[in-house]
């Protein structure tokens, strides 16, 4: 049989930068200064144009082991010959100094031999804008300069500098040391400066965790996935990204490459529920800090998504490159900030709402909370009744989604919760009248003949989105409609136990070929809402076996053999596992539920 295509790669970074390492051992994807920055190492799409840094035995033929030091985001590559063997640890120093997250821009590299004499080739050679530059490079006592970039790119080794510079075999007899860094070169000694940062990141992931809250089902699961969303923000404006790649095909000669290196207003609300699920609040408040930073006066639409500095424009360009597996085009940036798609406004009230109604918040700026309300109620008004690109960002259909107005009514509805908290009645009063448009928009959406609700008005195709109906509780759980619609929306979209298609109509570039791995969560979620808690369990545990060899998931499955697509790894399908795995949770811990 032949094996399924799978993301053979681990994730590393602080919240400053990330980077993808191949069980090959190299480094083949990392952009600075910032997560939507050219990447300096990019072989994932640029092939030989996309710079190398691997650590490859002499040897062909090996054999890899590749994973997490527990409960961390360290990465170990273990690389076997019959001869001999050697362990790559990879991280992104992390840890708390001086009362703030010290989080710099350095990518560290320890390599240990454990068994015979390793025989090893050490190639390090970045690249710029995209690959069309290739740096210039100057030698030192002990490290190697690389010119070309807004600031200095520097390797500091401790390895025989000549053997890197011309990239040539040597035997490796005891522990080494690389620390790659951008901006400020490391001045320290790197034996004792990298086995220090090493043990205070151990230590910093492993505190981290034991603050998460986590119910005693799918630890394992959730903890990774837990471990991989918190590397997703971008720390220093608390934008929080959709996925570090970008151009990764949803199924192979698709043309659905896609940049995900961006904020979707979406995308942060589920990945704040998710933080919120496990206890961990200092997310959202960050990401309150990333809003005030988007204009959001007057008329002026709130885009869908923003850069990771906040800047609106995120122009979509085709690069010269090979793509991945030879998949075009290569885009970079992504026209899906010009969409209308009007869910963002009750998305946005719905991800700051706990700062509000939560007694452990104490420090929400009043004034600022009322000019955020109105502002966003001013806009669910005036796109009320507009039909839009929807969450999926069809490009040439446009419609009044149900999952729109879905959370236009959500979003009122916590616009209505926020403005009692503060005793502005206007505004609660505002808000419910909206509350009652969208409903009237949703009852348009029925479909009395299939007892269910419609990707949109006017329409009879089902969309796996209207999930959130039943878990937004706009049908109650408990109701026949609840367990209708959720029958209609398996007898169309789902394949399996629960892998679940986003629509099965044709949009721009024809009829979707794989799953949609949020779907299929939602899908999870749902079956827990409704009492099917057994089922949720089967389809969750299946869903779970779609990860690589360190947990990570795709954004997309093939259902026919199982195959990772799309943007890797995906945030959507992390949120979608830590979420399912939290309502699960809460089934279980009901009587009925006890040993």
Request: with cysteine.
């Amino acid at each position: 049989m032949q094996k399924r295509h799978t993301y053979d790669f681990g994730l590393i970074g602080n919240c400053a930068y990330l980077a993808l390492i191949g069980k090959d051992t190299n480094i083949s994807w990392m952009c600075l200064p910032r997560f939507d920055s050219s990447f300096i190492f990019g072989s994932l799409i640029g092939g030989d144009k996309g710079g190398e840094f691997s650590i490859k035995p002499t040897n062909e033929n090996f054999e890899v082991d590749q994973h997490y030091i527990q409960n961390t985001n360290v990465l170990e590559t273990i690389v076997s010959t019959g001869d001999y063997s050697y362990k790559i640890t990879d991280f992104a120093p992390r840890f708390l100094q001086y009362d703030r997250s010290y989080k710099p821009q350095m990518l560290i590299r320890i390599v240990e031999p454990l068994k015979g004499i390793p025989q090893i080739r050490v190639v390090c050679d970045p690249v710029g804008n995209y690959g069309k530059e290739r740096l210039r490079r100057e030698s030192g006592s002990s490290h190697i300069s690389f010119f070309g970039l807004p600031e200095t790119l520097r390797l500091t080794t401790d390895f025989p500098l000549n053997m890197v510079v011309d990239s040539r075999p040597f035997a490796l007899t005891n522990t080494k040391y690389m620390v790659l860094t951008y901006g400020s070169p490391l001045e320290a000694e790197i034996h004792e400066t990298s086995e220090n940062f090493l043990r205070k990141t151990t230590n910093y992931w492993r505190t981290w965790i034991k603050s998460t809250s986590i119910g005693m089902h799918y630890q394992k699961e959730v903890i990774r996935s837990s471990l991989a969303l918190k590397i997703h923000q971008f720390e220093d404006t608390g934008a929080i990204i959709a996925s570090p790649t970008m151009s990764l095909p949803e199924s192979p000669n698709s043309t659905r490459n896609w940049d995900y290196r961006y904020c979707w207003m979406r995308d942060t609300y589920y990945t704040l529920t998710a933080f919120n699920n496990i206890g961990h609040f200092e997310a959202m408040e960050k990401y309150a800090l990333y809003l005030t930073n988007i204009p959001m006066q007057g008329k002026e639409r709130i885009q869908p998504l923003y850069n990771v500095v906040g800047e609106s424009t995120i122009t979509e360009k085709e690069l010269d490159l090979p793509g991945y597996m030879g998949n075009q085009p290569v885009r970079m940036g992504n026209d899906a900030y010009t969409h209308i798609q009007n869910d963002v406004y009750g998305q946005i009230l719905l991800a700051i709402l706990p700062l509000f109604v939560d007694n452990r918040f104490a420090n929400i700026e009043k004034r600022q909370s009322i000019y955020l309300l109105e502002t966003i109620l001013e806009k669910i008004e005036f796109t009320m009744d507009e039909a839009d690109a929807g969450l999926w960002e069809f490009r040439n259909l446009k419609q009044k989604h149900a999952y729109t107005h879905l959370f236009q009514w959500a979003g009122s509805h916590a616009a209505c919760k926020i403005a009692k908290q503060m005793g502005e009645k206007k505004l609660e009063v505002k808000a419910k009248e909206l509350l009652n448009r969208a409903d009237a928009h949703l009852k348009n959406c029925y479909l009395s003949d299939r007892k269910a609700y419609a990707q949109a008005e006017g329409v009879t195709r089902m969309d796996s989105s209207t999930l959130q109906l039943i878990m937004m509780n706009y049908i109650p759980h408990n109701s026949q409609l609840a367990k209708d619609h959720l029958k209609a929306l398996e007898e169309d979209l789902r394949v399996g136990k629960g892998l679940f298609y986003r629509y099965k109509h044709a949009d721009d570039f024809g009829e979707p070929e794989t799953t949609f791995l949020i779907c299929a969560f939602w899908y999870v979620e749902a079956l827990a809402c409704v009492g099917r808690t057994e089922e949720a369990m089967e389809a969750f545990e299946e869903l779970a076996g779609y990860s690589n060899h360190v947990g990570l998931l795709s954004e997309d499955v093939d259902y026919k053999d199982g195959s990772m697509w799309g943007n890797f790894p995906q945030a959507y399908s992390h949120v979608g596992l830590v979420n399912a795995a939290y309502r699960i949770n809460n089934k279980l811990d009901k009587p009925n539920f006890l040993p």
